[in-house]
């Protein structure tokens, strides 16, 4: 085919797709408070400002024992910064990178991103989770799924490992959604990147859990990828499928879209539902709420993209297909799947921290598509 299927994404609110590692402010980053910046070391500049000084033994030592100590005790004498102050090293000097954030950063770990020469992306496999969620839905709703069958895959699941959705999708190599191609996007620069805090935000008991610190891509951020159906008509497709058959329109992957918006708005009106009766007095979460809700129905009425919601923060609901229940439905089969649970879950949402202010929640995204030759 000589065109193919680009997708725009552009971040609405910040986006945390972590490589599993994260950054000590014992070794890895000095926060300068009066800035508002944080400094990613470059560990070989450390290394050779340490090694180049005329007391470099004795430096190195000492720069051992804090790392060794990692702010067990007294912080002031165990950080970066006044150990550089100390032997009279720029710190910014040993920058890899610098990061603008309005988090309140003290000694915390920092919980990176997924990266590429610390270029920032977000990789196809993160949104091909997340579209196939939706398309799930799409399917388990029109077959009229029902939570007996609910239960029946989830103890399947649990006893074979089967991945929810198996029985519909095919597993392994008769899996459709291998016709089904969702490339990682292109890089953003390391100055891109942004940190925030997030807090466990309890709805029914009004309290705030923990914070997390966590490097992300910020809202307003736009990235491209390529989303493309593979399967060609040699191929016998279910007929529910069909959707999976390359056609020079896209008729398939605008399709695929659709169906995300119509999980994406499934998931908006349960969430406004939850936060007005727990919360009705967060305005601006309940805002941010509506908002996303109007531009997924700007969509629906354009047929020409979608929101979803990517990443780190999604909820039990974002990453299931629990709305197709009722109520009592849900928090029956939920409460089977965290046995341990005494109340309804979740309970909890992850916010960002703004100052004890709850405005709104990470990982949400617009698709807009864009067909080029």
């Known amino acids: 085919m000589g065109k193919f299927f680009n997708v725009l994404l552009e971040t609405v ?11 000590s402010p014992y070794t890895d980053y000095v926060y300068d408070e009066k800035e508002g910046t944080v400094y990613i070391l470059d560990p070989m500049k450390i290394e050779k400002a ?17 790392v060794m100590a990692k702010g067990r005790s007294n912080q002031q004498k165990y950080s970066l910064k006044n150990f550089f ?3 009279n090293i720029d710190y910014k000097d040993l920058a890899t990178f610098v990061i603008k954030t309005d988090a309140n950063i003290k000694t915390e770990e920092i919980h990176q991103l997924i990266k590429s020469g610390n270029r920032p992306y977000i990789p196809g496999s993160s949104i091909k989770g997340a579209i196939r969620t939706a398309l799930l839905y799409h399917h388990r709703k029109r077959e009229g799924y029902t939570v007996s069958q609910a239960l029946h895959d989830l103890q399947q699941r649990d006893r074979n490992g089967r991945a929810n959705g198996d029985d519909l999708f095919g597993k392994g190599g008769e899996d459709v959604f291998k016709y089904l191609h969702i490339s990682d996007t292109n890089f953003l620069s390391p100055n891109d990147i942004g940190i925030v805090k997030t807090i466990r935000y309890h709805l029914r008991k009004k309290k705030t859990g923990i914070s997390i610190t966590k490097e992300v891509i910020p809202e307003n951020k736009r990235f491209s990828f390529r989303l493309q159906v593979k399967a060609n008509q040699l191929i016998n497709l279910d007929k529910r499928f069909e959707y999976l058959y390359e056609d020079h329109s896209f008729k398939g992957e605008k399709r695929i879209l659709q169906l995300v918006n119509q999980f994406t708005k499934e998931t908006l009106d349960f969430e406004l539902k939850q936060l007005k009766k727990y919360v009705p007095h967060l305005n601006a979460w309940i805002g941010f709420y509506e908002r996303l809700k109007s531009d997924v129905e700007s969509f629906e009425r354009e047929g020409n993209g979608a929101v979803l919601r990517i990443g780190s923060g999604k909820t039990f609901y974002d990453n299931t297909i629990v709305h197709l229940f009722n109520e009592k439905e849900a928090m029956g089969l939920i409460r089977q799947t965290y046995k341990k649970s005494t109340e309804p879950f979740p309970i909890e949402r992850a916010v960002i921290d703004r100052g004890n202010v709850c405005e709104s929640t990470m990982g949400w995204v617009y698709l807009y598509e864009d067909c080029t030759t």
């Open 50 to 66: 340490l090694s180049d000084m005329d007391q470099a033994d004795q430096a190195i030592d000492e720069f051992v024992e804090m």
């Open 85 to 87: 102050s100390t032997w």
């Open 13 to 23: 609110s910040p986006v945390h797709i972590g490589n599993g590692e994260k950054l």
